[in-house]
């Protein structure tokens, strides 16, 4: 069997076991990943938008 394939299958019933243990952790975690995108895509927005402008202060 495939490497890969043995570690996704790891990844994902390690997640079906966080959220059936505990859902509101799971949440928290899903929060998190949430706000950290958004931060990410906020920060490329605002580069976008300084190298639009000509790259100056």
Do not use: H, R
Not at 20 to 33: H, L, N, R, S
């Amino acid at each position: 069997m495939d490497p890969k394939k043995i570690g996704l299958f790891v990844v994902i019933v390690f997640v079906l076991y966080l959220i059936i243990t505990d859902p509101a952790k799971a949440a928290d975690y899903v929060q998190i990943g949430f706000e950290g995108i958004s931060s990410a895509a906020q920060s490329i927005g605002d580069f976008m938008t300084w190298v639009a402008n000509g790259g100056g202060n």
